[in-house]
């Protein structure tokens, strides 16, 4: 039994006999890095070192442990025709009986993990936007569905943040340092506006707007005439065009996470330095009306 979606406060309250298996080495080529941990009941799992005959053979010394009573093992393993995998690298794990103070210690990582996890602000609720939703909030980031709109925000049935805002260029504005930003509202005029918000932070993981070829050349006219200097290199629009045709908002939502997802975990993101909650918005203006005269837009 896997609990993929179960807290792992729920884990270690519903399980006394816990053994925590680290990966400590990797050489070569592995399923996961050095540092990816999985806790190993009796029963049941939570997380995963990857998965295959290797993660097989953890979990099965590991309830031998909880069986016997042994407090630690170690395991040096070869990934190649030895145990039936063909990664090609060899792994060491540590593998140990999780006393309180350990588990603590798990619940303190965990919880700095969920606080680290990059912000997506989905700006649009519509049917991709929800769709966009429904996969985000299976993948390790913090989704912020955002419209003007109550009633397309009550369609969303995805387990992630949604606002009802008003002016979304302050979320925008407030949003974390690398934080990634789809932009897909109902009104072209509002995704010119929200997209040059998100391009101006100059820090953006990710900026995409959706459209065509055509709408990203009236963006990049709009911006010359509106926004000196406002470069669109940073720009994907238009956003999930990785050749296919389907039109469905679901697929065209799961090219939109894919492009997302990509960026965030890349070697620069992941580089960077730890995020405060909140960025101060820029000067002193919080209304539509100021933003509104830097980049007029004719709605």
Known sequence: MTEGKTSLNRFFDTHDAVIRVTLTRVRGSSPRNEGTEMFVAANALHGTIGGGQLEFLAIQTARDMVRDGVLHKHMDVPLGPEIGQCCGGRVELSLSRMRGSDKNAARRRAAKQDDDQPHVYVIGAGHIGRALARIFQHLPVRCILVDTRASEIALCDA?????????????????????????????????????????????????????????????????????????????????????????????????????????????????????????????????????????????
């Not at 005029?189 to 707007?209: I, N, P």
């Not at 002193?284 to 980049?295: C, I, K, N, V, Y």
Request: aromatic share 4%; net charge negative; glycine share 6%.
């Open 159 to 299: 387990a992630v943040e949604t606002r009802v805002s008003a002016i979304p260029e302050i979320d925008i504005s407030n949003a974390p340092p690398h934080s990634a930003f789809v932009v897909l509202t109902h009104d072209h005029a509002l995704d010119f506006l929200l997209t040059s918000a998100a391009l101006e932070r100059g820090d953006a993981a990710y900026v995409g707007m959706i459209g065509s070829a055509t709408k990203r050349a009236k963006f990049r006219n709009w911006a010359h005439a509106q926004c000196d200097g406002l470069t669109l290199d940073n720009l994907t629009c238009p956003i999930g065009a990785s050749g296919s045709q389907d039109k469905r908002p679901s697929v065209i939502a799961s090219f939109v996470a894919a492009e997302v997802i990509a960026e965030l975990t890349s070697n620069t993101v992941a580089a960077a330095p730890d995020r405060p909650h909140e960025r101060p918005i820029k000067g002193q203006t919080s209304d539509r009306e100021g933003l509104s005269a830097r980049h007029p837009v004719s709605r």
